[in-house]
């Protein structure tokens, strides 16, 4: 098991959240929101942030330096709010990592949870996904959806000018609406049919509105961050022996690999309100 820091007892046992940045912040904003109770500690990977276009072995060694830090801070249970560390990471740490580091803890994913509802919600079975291109290339929404429901047909539109457009406070520009209405339009030209497309990026929910004035009424919109929080309450119902060790004071703590003042300034926008940040040693 990896050992935890002398400050991080058993009493302070938070359920960590990680991301390459800042999009997880919408996701944990979601999450506090169906549990409150719960303590969080987010860790944004600033310092090697983007991943999106990153290797396959790299964003794996990043996500699992990541992973084993949050359990030495006493997280029992960490959820990945990163669409690239769970398209590219995910499985290697639950199947090959987790036996031998940590086998009484839990790492979980935020594709999964949308993946395993969205042939609940599509009428057409014509599904589109919006995502980054490393998350696209991994074809982890195709293979999860055709998992759970093979007659689906899904579609991927690669969006990398979003992230950087979100991230520089641009997301209400004219500028925005350019590349938003551009891959909607390619998307849609890929297959008209389809009604229901996933947000395969946390960092996307900041475009929604955008987003949303260039689709018919007809078309559905899926943000992950309610999503995931639902299914992660269930999964917590359904797991006591996992929700027992999990502490319960409220308490949010925050950390990134760089720029603490960087990370303060920007969370804002990801996470509604102001926090205040220490940089991981």
């Given at each position: ?22 999009g997880?912040?919408?996701v ?32 794996y ?15 029992p ?11 590219k ?10 036996p ?20 609940t ?31 689906i047909?899904?579609?991927?539109e ?30 849609l030209?890929?297959?008209p ?5 996933i947000?395969?990026?946390t ?15 007809g078309?559905s ?23 027992q ?36 040693l």
């Amino acid at each position: 098991m990896t050992k935890t820091d002398p400050e991080n007892r058993m009493e302070h046992c938070p359920i960590g959240v990680f991301d390459s940045g800042f999009g997880g912040l919408t996701v944990l904003k979601e999450i506090e929101r169906v549990l409150p109770q719960y303590d969080f500690l987010y860790l944004g990977d600033n310092a090697h942030a983007p991943y999106g276009n990153r290797s396959f072995e790299t964003v794996y060694a990043y996500t699992l330096e990541a992973v084993q830090w949050l359990f030495g801070k006493g997280c029992p249970l960490v959820i990945l709010a990163c669409n690239t560390a769970s398209a590219k990471a995910l499985r290697t740490i639950q199947q090959k990592d987790l036996p031998a580091i940590a086998p009484d803890r839990r790492v979980l994913g935020v594709i999964r949870p949308v993946t395993e509802i969205v042939g609940t919600l599509t009428r057409s079975r014509h599904v589109g996904i919006l995502a980054t291109a490393g998350t696209v290339a991994s074809q982890s929404y195709v293979i999860e959806i055709t998992r759970y429901f093979p007659d689906i047909a899904v579609v991927q539109e690669p969006c990398p000018m979003w992230v950087p457009l979100v991230e520089n406070d641009e997301s209400k520009s004219d500028g925005a609406d350019y590349f938003v209405k551009q891959h909607i339009n390619r998307l849609l030209a890929a297959d008209p049919w389809i009604d229901t497309i996933i947000l395969g990026c946390t960092h996307y929910p900041l475009l929604e509105h955008k987003i949303l004035s260039h689709l018919s009424p007809g078309i559905s919109l899926l943000s992950q961050g309610a999503i995931v929080a639902e299914r992660l309450a269930d999964y917590l119902n359904r797991h006591p022996e996992i929700a027992q060790r999990c502490s319960r004071q409220g308490r949010r703590d925050f950390f990134t690999s760089e720029k603490a003042d960087l990370f303060d300034r920007l969370a804002t926008l990801f996470y509604g309100r102001e926090i205040r940040c220490r940089e991981k040693l």
